[in-house]
């Protein structure tokens, strides 16, 4: 079922021998979980497959090799729409022979979580009129992929079970993604999410993690997000907060917020790093303030610095830097 379309009665007898539809396979998933997960991959290789390649804004001379592109373009279009046809065939056959909607796949996931991380509000359409039921991860999937359409349509009737740290899970999203900023106004503006509100775990994300008790400013500083930093400040925003390691914002500006060193982040400073420091400050962000391990951010930036490509893009390097130059004596 993930790979090839499966007719109704191929389906039927895997029922049949498995003794119900909800049977599990060795993934621990069941038809629908199967279904659903694939058809969410086939959404979004259709997306793809309609995007332009970055090369393809370069000049060619070679009229030959854009014919070529452009012919392999058609084709990787058409084997997506191919592909997600056949996922709506298995999909809908599954649907037909009701399935339990609340299975969940052993990482904790639903139908409806796929769905809602697919952005696709047919998709999560098609599973409510089949009994799936909104809860709490269904909108953590929606805003960790930040699909605001779909955050839109569960807000609906189920605004409720918006969880305290959405706005966490939009704001530690990558800078470069379509949709943050609109995703972290709707969940400020719409669904009242605290623009201080504290990790409860420690939240993943390209460019390292922010830690427990972390805030959305730290996210937006750790993925170097000038847009979403300014917005955050304008609602309310703590510039002073600190993780349960003692970082700020500004800490969080170079990537190192891990007291004991951070082997396994690969953060890199972003185009907008200098922009963002220099909107901390103007804040009041603290360059003297310490974390747990005694840090300054100028401290942090200059250990990042040390760390070499491992955590530089492109010659890029984080901004901050001693607010005054290195001596003995204070700042005056």
């Known amino acids: ?42 959404l979004e290789n259709l997306f793809y497959a309609t995007q332009d390649d970055e090369d393809d804004d370069e000049e060619d001379d070679e009229g030959d090799d854009e014919q070529s ?8 279009l058409a084997e997506a729409q191919e592909e997600l046809a056949m996922h709506a065939f298995n999909l809908q056959a599954v649907l037909r022979r009701q399935p339990n909607m609340a299975a969940r796949a052993r990482d904790g996931s639903d139908a409806l979580s796929f769905a809602a991380a697919s952005g696709n509000a047919e998709f999560v ?63 400020v503006e719409h669904l009242h999410a605290d623009v201080n509100a504290r990790a409860a775990r420690s939240l993943w994300c390209l460019q390292g993690r922010v830690r427990r008790q972390g805030t959305p400013l730290m996210a937006a500083a750790l993925t170097d997000d000038l847009p979403v930093a300014e917005y955050l400040l304008s609602a309310g925003a ?17 990537g190192a917020t891990w007291i004991a060193g951070d082997t ?7 185009e907008d790093n200098p922009q963002v420091v220099a909107l901390l400050r103007q804040h009041g962000a603290d360059d003297a303030a310490r974390n747990a391990a005694g840090r300054t951010p100028a401290d942090l930036a200059a250990a990042a610095l040390a760390g070499g490509g491992r955590r530089r893009r492109r010659g890029a390097h984080a901004a901050i830097t001693a607010p005054t130059a290195p001596t003995a004596q204070p700042a005056r």
């Open 69 to 76: 592109r452009e012919e392999a373009k058609a084709q990787e």
């Open 264 to 270: 396994d982040a690969v953060w890199f400073a972003g």
């Open 238 to 254: 703590d510039v002073h907060a600190v993780d349960v390691y003692g970082n700020t914002a500004l800490h969080y500006c170079s």
């Open 125 to 187: 359409d098609l599973l409510l009129s089949h009994g799936a039921q909104v809860n709490a991860d269904t909108f953590g999937a929606a805003v960790n992929s930040l699909a605001i359409d779909a955050v839109r349509k569960l807000a609906e009737q189920h605004a409720h079970l918006a969880g305290p740290n959405l706005l966490l899970f939009a704001c530690n999203s990558t800078s470069d993604k379509p949709y943050k900023l609109e995703m972290v106004q709707y969940l």
């Open 1 to 42: 079922m993930k790979r090839e379309r499966v007719s109704e009665g191929q389906l039927d007898a895997l029922i049949q021998s498995e003794g119900t539809v909800d049977f599990r396979d060795s993934d621990g998933c069941t038809p629908l979980l199967t279904a659903c997960e694939s058809y969410r991959w086939a």
